[in-house]
């Protein structure tokens, strides 16, 4: 199992998070893997030293390193990805942090050779029977069997793509609704190069580009902000995927 971070101008972000957050669940720095442009290896070079990362020279923009990273790893290898500004993960069964990320992990891969994910956010309301079928799987921390032959395309919502992609291929998609991602979407410094309506306008016309795609899998709602998010039609909770 590999951990697979991508990472932009967040040097102290990924320092007080993300880091942390694996140092504090016991995993192997030797199987940490931090991808950066190259344009931002030399600020991380004291990182790789202070935390014992291996620091990979990838690509620029999210859409091409999350790309970079599948095609850097061997097919079938189990990656674990996970961004740089996680705080924690959350079990809404006690509103508190997880015992042991490693052997939920783990047990994760034992599910499926495919993709598996959790709750984006830490909302109680959330908690519900974990199941395999059509469900978005978030970016933010995700994990699935190498694929060397899937490709996103899209700069905003690539992980509801990459869903779709994984349903095309037939392969099994596993939720896990007991836990949760506890960080601080769209508000945390670098990262993504761009402000908020820049931001609003580029994921807009991205799911846009999704439902044209997959109209057999989304539909689209708006929030309040003007954000615009596909939902997965509740048809495509398709019988070949088994519920536990």
């Known amino acids: 199992m590999k951990i697979a971070i991508p990472s932009h101008n967040r040097c102290d972000i990924i320092q007080t998070h993300t880091l942390p957050l694996l140092k504090k669940y016991n995993f192997d720095f030797d199987s940490v893997f931090v991808f950066v442009s190259k344009s931002q290896l030399s ?3 004291e990182i790789q030293k202070k935390w014992g990362i291996n620091l990979v020279e990838g690509e620029e923009g ?9 095609e850097y790893f061997d097919d079938e290898e189990q990656i674990v990805e996970i ?3 996680v705080t924690d993960i959350i079990d809404l069964s006690t509103m508190k942090p997880i015992c042991d990320l490693k052997l939920l992990v783990e047990s994760l891969f034992e599910k499926t050779n495919g993709l598996w994910g959790i709750n984006g956010a830490v909302n109680p309301r959330s908690f519900r029977k974990s199941y395999f079928g059509s469900y978005f799987i978030c970016n933010t921390f995700c994990g699935y069997t190498n694929d060397k032959s899937i490709k996103l395309s899209l700069q905003e919502k690539e992980d509801y793509e990459r869903c779709a992609i994984y349903l095309d291929k037939n392969k099994k998609i ?11 979407y769209w508000k945390n410094q670098g990262g993504i190069d761009y402000d908020f309506e820049t931001r609003k306008k580029v994921n807009n016309e991205c799911a846009n580009i999704l439902l044209a795609k997959y109209p057999h899998y989304f539909y689209l709602i708006t929030q309040k902000n003007g954000i615009v998010n596909p939902v997965f039609r509740s048809s495509h ?3 070949k ?3 536990e």
């Open 62 to 70: 999210i859409l091409n390193q999350r790309n970079y990273i599948i």
């Open 43 to 45: 600020k991380y070079l």
């Open 83 to 85: 961004d740089d500004d």
């Open 241 to 243: 995927y088994t519920t």
């Open 174 to 184: 596993y939720k896990n609704r007991q836990f949760a991602i506890k960080t601080k």
């Open 237 to 239: 909770l398709s019988e």
